[in-house]
């Protein structure tokens, strides 16, 4: 026995000593520009020795053998770093600071303060979303010198590339912009969120937008183009999310109150609180809004309600709460011919015409970081909304008003949906990956009525005689199911490469009935007819795409992605009631892909720039044509126009120009920007006589914003230009618009702007001009409500802000 334990005495000695051959390794990493630890970041001393940084940034080792070894860091938006070392036995600890792949290093902006442009992108993965390769966009309003109070989206989204804007109502009640040939009516063409919720009366079935949060409340507006369908929807516009502004974490309380007066009886009231206590933290506000308007008849009143909940349930989990309600009452002054435009814009004939809004939404989050490279999100979120128009609205603009009972339409929105979000960091062969995967489901109820409304002039909401003269009565229940999945390869630290798959599965359901009531010549019903009607339409479909990042230097980055999109037919598509428009019944779902290319600065301190080539494949572009029927009447058909390619340069550029020439002189600061696209568009293909060839509507060739702005501490001034070439409203590019003028040319316009922000302690003071020439134009010719024909944007306007902080 004792033979036995001799001749395995050696053998237990060497385990003995290599067991006690090891070391002990620790660590943190941090950031070189601000000391701040980063987590997540993969750390590799070998194919099987890893670890990811916790929330401190700190890792560990327990024990590795005694050896020579190369310690690498591998994390998004960070430079790699490496180090060599020899373990022998004794702890280790070693400290790194990362260099940001964002920013420029070189003494000139490490040294300068960093100009407040108020515009940026999103960082590859931000906030359990992935954007590497994508084309986006970043608005900081706080950082703006713009009219806010009026949510004046020409002067919010001036530095974005290639928007088409519709300015019909000086209140900034409703959002209305496109981009490459896309219909900017409520901004329908984008998936439009708040906090990462919808926010549109229904996602699928109507996916306008007449909710849009007052900009005094928004912290920062996302912006992803079309490469956004696979994450976020299958819009071919992409992605508009607004940020609101997060409770402030160092005090219990913080007010601020804004108070602006303006030209046309404007005037704005807007109250925020915010603060933390213990574990929860919370941001409110309370909005009122009113303006008698440029136009006669242009009165509105409107109020919104926010309040944000957020409570820390521990270090690794937080829930919140999100309730939203706004209101507006509107009186509209109807849509004039090009005759009466060139006579007299502010003019209008329409004195009993009214709009009224109501909008009920809450979303309740979840956040749960599992450990520094899992994290989990969870959105629960609903909609209770309505719209009512009520007026008189003949074919023909100029008609004027018989006083006869008024056209009503009601629309009632009840809606609700989920979606939750993981996100995975790992590394593949010592390499950083991240993978998003995500599900969605939606379902919508939604109820439109049409009829006769009362005689009077008052907003009165109520049908006359319900039982006998609703002509459209409609329920629409739609569901949507969404799987989705992206993931970003880092082949090195300086490529990227990002696949990613979407499958969507759409049921849309039209159930009820529409009708048409017929009378004499004297206006005596002599006739009510009503024809039933259900459809319904189930589809399921696969999208894909790609995009590549490349960095081949620290201050630029180059950018590609090709993605499919998709846009269901809408029950307004299904089913429309207006007289003078017909729908085809073989209608088909909208089909294509967006591709984007580009060149941009990579959020460097003292210029930014991002210059794209795009090229967007609009297959079944749905849309509308005149025609004449049998009676020779003009009417509008909606109908698969054809296909349509857009393609064209999108440019951005804007540097401190002063802070450049001379770094030394922190004081000033001189601002230039310019953002302009050239845009190419056409009909490759159309089965509709006349279209084929023709240009794309809402697509100016030349889209151009430019502006300076200077600075002296507090005091900040600045100058914006407006430039768009004329464009077509329909696809036959129809230059005359007639007796209805909802067709015809959008004519060229050139706008000019100036604000002025000053801070001393607490307060602030804004002003600001709009339309400083006082510029006469339009850019909507409106086919309903608020028109029809065209709506005239306002005239110069002067307004004035306080602002007061507590």
């Avoid at 108020?118 to 979303?129: C, D, P, T």
Wanted: aromatic fraction near 14%; include cysteine; proline fraction near 3%.
């Amino acid at each position: 026995m004792k033979l036995k334990v001799y001749k395995y005495l050696p053998l237990l000695l060497l385990v003995s000593t290599i067991s006690l051959a090891q070391t002990r390794l620790t660590g943190r990493i941090l950031s070189k520009t601000d000391s701040t630890a980063i987590a997540a970041c993969t750390i590799f001393l070998s194919e099987n020795l890893t670890t990811v940084t916790d929330e401190e940034g700190r890792f560990t080792f327990v024990s590795i053998p005694d050896g020579a070894y190369t310690l690498q860091t591998t994390v998004s938006d960070y430079h790699i770093q490496k180090k060599h070392f020899n373990a022998k036995g004794k702890a280790l600890h070693f400290e790194f600071y990362l260099s940001s792949s964002d920013q420029n290093l070189n003494e000139l902006t490490v040294k300068e303060k960093a100009a407040d442009f108020g515009f940026s992108r999103l960082r590859g993965v931000e906030s359990m979303g992935i954007y590497e390769g994508k084309k986006s966009e970043v608005i900081t309003p706080d950082q703006l010198v713009a009219n806010l109070s009026t949510n004046n989206a020409r002067q919010v989204y001036s530095r974005v590339a290639g928007l088409n804007i519709w300015e019909n109502e000086g209140g900034g009640l409703q959002l209305n912009i496109g981009g490459r040939g896309l219909d900017p009516n409520r901004s329908a063409n984008f998936n439009v969120r708040q906090n990462g919720h919808d926010i549109s009366a229904d996602a699928l079935g109507y996916p306008e937008s007449y909710y849009t949060p007052p900009i005094e409340a928004v912290g920062k507006i996302q912006i992803v183009r079309g490469a956004a369908s696979l994450q976020y929807g299958t819009q071919f516009g992409g992605l508009i999310n607004f940020v609101m502004k997060k409770p402030v974490q160092d005090r219990k309380i913080e007010v601020v109150a804004r108070q602006s007066v303006g030209s046309f009886g404007f005037y704005n009231a807007f109250t925020s609180a915010s603060g933390t206590v213990g574990k929860l933290s919370y941001y409110t506000f309370f909005q009122y809004k009113r303006a008698d308007g440029w136009r006669a008849n242009s009165l509105f009143n409107n109020y919104t309600f926010y309040t944000d909940l957020d409570y820390k349930i521990s270090e690794k989990t937080t829930i919140g709460l999100d309730v939203t309600h706004m209101h507006y009452l509107a009186k509209q002054p109807g849509g004039l011919s090009d005759a009466m435009f060139a006579d007299n814009p502010r003019q209008t004939n329409r004195e009993r015409n009214w709009f009224q809004v109501n909008w009920n939404m809450a979303a309740l989050h979840f956040d749960h970081r599992f450990n520094a490279g899992n994290e989990f999100n969870l959105r629960i979120f609903g909609l209770a909304a309505n719209r009512y128009s009520l007026g008189f609205r003949p074919n023909r603009v100029a008609t004027i008003d018989d006083n006869s009972e008024r056209d009503l339409i009601k629309g009632d929105f009840t809606n609700w949906g989920a979606e939750a979000r993981y996100l995975k960091r790992y590394s593949v062969a010592k390499k950083m990956s991240v993978l998003l995967l995500g599900g969605r489901y939606y379902y919508g109820y939604n109820h439109n009525l049409q009829g006769l409304g009362s005689k009077g002039k008052d907003a009165d909401f109520n049908f006359v005689e319900p039982d006998r003269f609703i002509t459209y009565d409609y329920r629409f229940p739609n569901r949507n199911i969404s799987l989705f999945a992206e993931n970003i390869f880092y082949l090195n630290e300086k490529l990227s490469v990002t696949p990613g798959l979407r499958f969507e599965y759409i049921k849309t359901t039209a159930d009820g009935y529409y009708g048409n009531i017929a009378r004499d010549l004297a206006g005596n019903v002599i006739n009510i007819s009503r024809t039933d009607e259900y459809r319904t339409n189930g589809r399921h479909f696969l999208l894909a795409g790609i995009g590549i990042g490349y960095k081949p230097v620290d201050k630029m980055e180059l950018y590609g992605n090709i993605s499919q999109n998709y846009r269901s037919i809408t029950f307004s598509d299904m089913r429309i009631a207006n007289p003078s428009s017909v729908i085809d019944p073989n209608l088909k779902d909208e089909k294509g892909y967006s591709i984007d290319l580009g060149v941009r600065s990579h959020q460097t301190t003292l210029y930014n720039y991002d210059v794209s080539l795009f090229y967007l494949n609009y297959d079944n572009r749905i849309g509308e044509v005149q025609f004449y029927d049998e009676s020779n009447r003009v009417l509008r058909l909606r109908s698969n126009v054809g296909q349509a390619i857009i393609m064209g340069i999108e440019s951005y550029a804007e540097a401190d120009f002063l802070r450049l020439a001379r770094p030394d002189n922190a004081d000033w600061s001189g601002v230039l920007f310019a953002n302009v696209a050239f845009i190419k568009s056409e009909y490759r293909r159309s089965e509709i006589p006349g279209v084929q060839g023709n240009q794309v509507e809402f697509v100016p060739k030349v889209n151009l914003k430019t502006g300076l702005r200077l600075g002296y501490k507090k005091l900040k001034g600045s100058f914006q230009f407006t430039h768009l070439t004329d464009q077509y409203s329909e696809a036959t590019n129809a230059v005359d618009g007639g007796v209805s003028s909802v067709v015809g040319l959008i004519p060229a316009y050139k706008i000019m702007d100036a604000s002025l922000s000053y801070e001393w302690k607490r307060f602030r003071v804004e002003s600001s001009v709009n339309n400083l020439t006082n510029e006469m134009y339009f850019t909507r010719r409106a086919t309903g409500y608020p028109g029809p024909g065209i709506l005239p944007s306002d005239g110069r306007g002067f307004y004035l802000t306080l602002q007061f902080k507590i």
